[in-house]
């Protein structure tokens, strides 16, 4: 196990061996699981997107990139970024969410995992200026608990919905994509952007492929009894006063929904977190029902000497992964 000099209170490998974390399985669905992501699915896919490009903002690495706006589930206006070639033809599609940080700009997502790939880089509902909406908190501690009293208002599932929607408004600006036997989309997510995709990603048969770093939100009850500098403390120490949302967090659990995805995945733990504990990364890639890839990451949301080297290495990870499905 990595033996990382930090000041955290805590410990962020949480004492478990990369045997131990194989162990771990997913909390059993609540009742009405399916029927409550199949409806909300359903939902978003009668949303009409109606998405708008702006004027270009950059070019690198053989990729342009412009501003791109949406419309969401519950009429909300939401922003964001388009990824296209430089030259040739559009061959791949990918939707990419952001980590609990939001997102600025594009940054490390462009490049695109394969040449000849577009992609749409929603910021979900709060996050980000180009999604800060008025009612709903823009930083991570109190987005995160955001109408949390219930199933129905809980944000969580209306950011999985914006990942939804995001999908369709790419589809309509990139129609190239929708094969005669549907879209072959890929998703890649980290951190926050990993547990939204987790529970996106059973519904949507849009998408072949998905990758999942450091996700969050994988099995609450676990994750309710353990310590991080991340967003999940929040929902730790609101739960000791607010029990209740027990009723609420198991069908927003990471894990449970992974254990309904079928596509090819490729998850990339990590061994040592501060922020999400690896228990709960674990138990994402443990629940998978179908194809799965194991990618273990030392240690996530912490910088360390190996952690440039270990970049490149999911990089190429990626390319390898989504060229076999998308290519």
């Known amino acids: 196990m990595p033996a990382f000099v930090h000041g955290f209170p805590f410990d962020?490998?949480?004492?478990?061996t990369l045997d131990e974390l194989l162990t771990i399985a997913a909390p059993a669905p609540p009742d009405g699981f399916d029927t409550f992501w199949r409806d909300r699915y359903e939902a978003a896919l009668r949303v009409g997107t109606a998405p708008a490009v702006g004027p270009q903002e950059d070019e690198r690495?053989?990729?342009r990139i412009f501003g791109v706006s949406f419309t969401s589930v519950?009429?909300?206006r939401l922003g964001g970024w388009l990824v296209l070639p430089v030259e040739g033809p559009v061959r791949h599609g990918f939707v990419i969410g952001h980590g609990y940080g939001g997102r600025q700009e594009t940054g490390r997502d462009v490049p695109l995992p394969l040449p000849g790939g577009a992609?749409?880089?929603?910021?979900?509902r709060g996050?980000?200026?180009r999604s800060r909406r008025p009612g709903i908190p823009g930083d991570a501690d109190r987005h995160v608990l955001h109408g949390i009293e219930?199933?129905?208002t809980y944000v969580i599932g209306d950011c999985v919905a914006?990942?939804?929607c995001a999908a369709s408004a790419l589809l309509d600006l990139v129609p190239e994509l929708a094969t005669p036997g549907g879209a072959r989309l890929g998703y890649a997510g980290e951190s926050f952007g990993g547990g939204l995709g987790a529970l996106a990603l059973p519904w949507d048969d849009r998408f072949a492929r998905g990758r999942l770093t450091v996700a969050t939100f994988g099995h609450h009850p676990l994750r309710l009894t353990l310590p991080c500098a991340g967003s999940g403390e929040a929902v730790r120490t609101h739960y000791r006063d607010h029990p209740g949302i027990m009723d609420v967090l198991p069908y927003f659990d990471a894990a449970t929904a992974a254990s309904r995805i079928r596509i090819p995945m490729l998850i990339a733990p990590a061994l040592f977190d501060p922020s999400v504990p690896p228990p709960g990364q674990f138990a994402v890639y443990n629940a998978l029902a179908g194809p799965r890839e194991l990618h273990v990451l030392t240690a996530g949301h912490f910088e360390h000497e190996g952690s440039e080297r270990e970049d490149g290495e999911l990089r190429a990870a990626d390319r390898r992964f989504f060229g076999e499905g998308l290519g």
């Open 12 to 16: 962020p490998a949480y004492g478990r």
């Open 61 to 63: 690495d053989g990729f």
């Open 74 to 76: 519950g009429g909300l």
């Open 119 to 124: 992609a749409i880089l929603p910021c979900v």
């Open 127 to 129: 996050m980000g200026s």
């Open 150 to 152: 219930s199933r129905d």
């Open 162 to 164: 914006d990942l939804w």
